[in-house]
């Protein structure tokens, strides 16, 4: 057969998207967004598949940790390749914001960390390029954060110390941060800016224990001006990393430093996280980022348009329609848009409402019928009687206990979280002790039908 090169390279983007596809289901959503979402196909040269990465940092991590399960992952798609080369390809500075609307994190490409100081590169991460205050766009929900950000990045001594912002995920709290980076930077070359989530500082934190190197991991942390952590609930209940944390974080604020703390939740209800650090991490401002309104929404949908006018049309009613439907966050939104511009493109149709209802079919109807972690916490608290903390405690009584694991076993099969998002929406546990609980519950269906029962009764409460 006599394939186009059209084709072949059409093939190759099916393929990858198999790939990544897997790759998100093994690693979860997380690691993927940070680690291999910036990878970019470039194409198949004999029997290598060649990715690029936008930095040197990201091409050595995604080369030590996932280039070989990215072989053997395609091979099950496409068993002609065999093997996989990883190139640097910097996004030029000034680049003018792609034409799409992916979030965040998943570009993470900065000119300066070409040929960053060792230090930097290890300490920190990348910042994307997009997420600055000018592509904000603030409305009701998210004004007061964006207030306190921008106060934050404009002032060289700290106005309040932390700035901690919290609220539900893909609302824009990574994006701020970003923001206040890239505006200290612009305005003070000279103010180290340190961004990088808690699970990172875990991961330099536990690599410095290992190497007996915890000095200069102090020195690293210590020497920054300007202090970010993003994610912090995911530190909840390691203690060790907890304490440094704590350390570092006192060390910085007698020094006069500014830190930002970010999370999904309040500091009062960062479970799993001692007390005196949880207190301590509301003594600055504290503000919270809500669900966006339907105005919000459009807002921001009509932004994105305007970015790729002259490109693709996008009619009113279809960004209506997407703001009415597509109303969990503001990355799920940018996901739908996104979806729609690639189909149109692909299949060469005008966007119209028709085509957009067309797309989006699955997603509604997946998006209509899901159910979310919290949701099964709380119904599997109320049919227990215990109380919803106890789904995040510590506590280790069996009255506690089963009906925890009974949750965790139905957050794996009602939802597409991972066993590390699972573990962490409860109080911060490890992805072994989910597994074991799912582990633990299938034996004890076999045996006992009255917990059979219960599950079965819950499965149906929350599939409505
Ligand atoms: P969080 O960190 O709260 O989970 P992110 O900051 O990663 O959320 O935001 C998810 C995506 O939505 C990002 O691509 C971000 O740029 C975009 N986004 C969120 N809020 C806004 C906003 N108010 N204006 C423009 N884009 C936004
Ligand atoms: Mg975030």
New binding site residues.
Partial sequence: MNLQPKSVARDLDRQWSQVRGMLRAEFGETAFNTWLAPLDLGGLEGERIMLSVPTRFLRDWVAAHYADRIRVLWRRVNPEVNGVALGVVPVPAGRPPPAD?????TAPAHPQFESPPASETEVGAPLDP??TFE?????RP?ELAYAAAKRVADLATPPFNPLFVY?G????????MHAIAWQIRRQDTMRRVVYLSAEKFMYQFIKALRFKDTMSFKELFRSADVLMV?DVQFIGGKETTQEEFFHTFNTLVDRGRQIVI?ADRSPSELSGLEERIRSRLGWGLVVD?HPTTYE?RLE?LQ?KAQMIAGEVEIPASVLEFLARRITS???EL?GALNRILAQSTLVGRAITLELAQEILHDLLRAYERRVTIEEIQRRVAEHYGIRIADMHSARRARAVARPRQVAMYLAKQLTPRSLPEIGRKFGGRDHTTVMYAIRKIEDLRTTEPLLSDDIETLRRLLHG
């Fill in positions: 609307a992916r979030p965040c994190r997009r997420c592509s904000f766009v603030v409305g998210n609220g995920v893909g609302l824009g709290k990574t994006h701020l993003d970010s980022v919000l921001i932004t966050n503001v990355r940018e």
